[in-house]
DNA sequence: AAAAACATGCAATTGAAGTGCATTATTCCA
DNA sequence: TGGAATAATGCACTTCAATTGCATGTTTTT
């Protein structure tokens, strides 16, 4: 058995055909991708099918949804988590307003913030636009 | 001319009869509005001339759009700045998981996040997701 | 008053997300 | 091993917010 099914097994995820090329494409990108992303990438599958593809591995863990406000969601690994089990952090992400890729900054943890009394947080989502390094050094 | 009237003025607004009431709904209204709860009010008028309208507001600087992750957008008032023409100041935003409703605390800046060498900020959404003060105090 | 500019109403389109259901593949177990 | 049970896939269809095209109505300008 292949690395890449022993993790999908780990998550509780049968490794079927197209999952273990949508696990390989997702970890081949180092960026966000969202369902159109991996269509153009699958001309042989269905969209439905990787829609629910990827729901799949979200609710068991293995990626988490992205909404930088672009209207469209994205995905990414949790992959520094992929064999421990761990749920991934918080932590923000980046969308690059030239290219258009959003990342994840794993290692930028999210700060605390203080809020009025009353007001309890359970979630926080924190996006930050502008130019990524990649084009910020085309420049 | 009433205040209303010279406040859309200010702001390169022509005070049209619908402009007025959505301008004065969206002060009578303490949290962020949806297009949906504009429509909801305003039985007489006609979704797309509202979605123009928050528009219209939202191109000259009157309200800001606001994206909390649920799907729809919502709108507030600049209103620290409706006079003064001054473009209101990134602040974060807080949605109730309870009530559902969104509000901005303008009054909490935005932390400083340190980024990566390379990428550039240029603008940040930052959304907490919790309990509101009025619905955490019924419990 | 006529022309130009702008606002409004209604119909239609777009695009992402999600569901229903029939078909195919895999697993489970007698 | 041979089904029955369970899960995955494919295709059609729906939903819903956002947005546009165009005709009509209104206001402003000259
Ligand atoms: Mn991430
Ligand atoms: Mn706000
Ligand atoms: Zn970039
Ligand atoms: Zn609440």
Redesign the pocket.
Known sequence: MSEIESVLKKHQ??P????ILVYKFLRKREVAV???DLEADFD???R??L???IK?FEKNGLVHQIDDGT???KYALDDKVAESGQPQDLHLHFHCDTCQETVCLTDHKIPHISLPPGFVSKDINLVIKGICDKCSNLE
């Open positions: 995820i049968r079927t055909a197209i999952r969202t369902l159109n042989r599958s269905e439905t099918t829609y629910r593809t799949t209207g469209v969601s």
